[in-house]
């Protein structure tokens, strides 16, 4: 039972062009989500959050829009960079009015591969 | 700033053999995490711990799995015996809690490639 999906396992994008990685998740419940970078033999890094309230937060190169009606969101990269080539995990939690640490769910992560 | 380290980052053991995963967090952290990465499920959160006390273990996977913090510098995550599906990388991340509710941002160590032959 798998609350947050990344239905690609893998995407190649060329050099400059755009990359756009998707995420959906089933839990309602669900109010702030994450996207963490892998590059192999490192742990993940945080690269970019939003929060429920929201539907689209930038960073730079990198854009994550939330579509909470349709339980989906996405991590746009542009230009994509050779640099880019890395595991993308998406995240979610869901806020706990009593306090205490809301748990990461991650989904299985897209492996990006930017080309020249 | 040292970051989260793990030792070792290689492990190679024999079915049935006890492997202990060692885990410094960055110091101020007040919560750990233990991770396990596979190729069918990606990130799975095994159990956390807040102030040394471990407080969720649902993810831990079966008993042969136990996990401590004897203090705020260290912790370790055992399996007796380790069996091959066992094999995965495992991770451990820590993370300061700023707010009531809110989500903090998790720093990952570099991993442990466990296999299990």
């Known amino acids: 039972d798998q609350q947050v999906k990344q239905n690609s396992p893998s995407l190649s994008v060329q050099e400059g062009r755009i990359s756009i990685l998707n995420c959906d998740y089933t839990?309602?419940?669900?109010?702030?989500f994450l996207w963490y970078k892998k590059y192999p033999a490192e742990g993940p890094t945080f690269l970019i959050s939003i929060s429920s309230i929201k539907d689209k937060n930038e960073d730079g190169r990198f854009t994550v829009f939330l579509n909470k009606s349709a339980k989906h969101l996405s991590l746009h990269i542009v230009p994509s960079q050779p640099g880019d080539s890395a595991v993308y995990f998406c995240?979610?939690?869901?806020?706990?009015?009593?306090?205490?640490?809301?748990?990461?769910?991650f989904g299985a992560g897209t492996r990006l591969a930017v080309h020249p | 700033d040292a970051g989260v380290i793990q030792s070792p980052r290689h492990e190679v053991t024999e079915m049935g053999q006890e492997v202990t995963l060692r885990c410094k967090p960055i110091?101020?952290?007040?919560?750990l995490f233990w991770y396990r990465q596979t190729m069918m499920r990606g990130l799975e959160l095994l159990i956390y711990?807040?102030?040394?006390?471990?407080?969720?273990d649902s993810g831990m996977p079966e008993d042969r799995f136990s996990a401590k913090m004897p203090n705020a510098s260290f912790s370790t995550l055992k399996i007796q015996p380790s069996e091959p599906r066992d094999s995965a990388v495992y991770f451990c991340a820590s993370s300061l809690a700023r707010g009531t509710g809110h989500t903090d941002t998790q720093y990952f160590g570099p991993g442990t490639r466990l296999t299990v032959l």
């Open positions: 839990n309602s419940m669900f109010d702030y």
């Open positions: 995240a979610a939690s869901a806020k706990r009015f009593s306090g205490g640490y809301n748990k990461l769910i």
């Open positions: 711990f807040n102030n040394n006390v471990p407080i969720d």
């Open positions: 110091s101020g952290h007040d919560y």
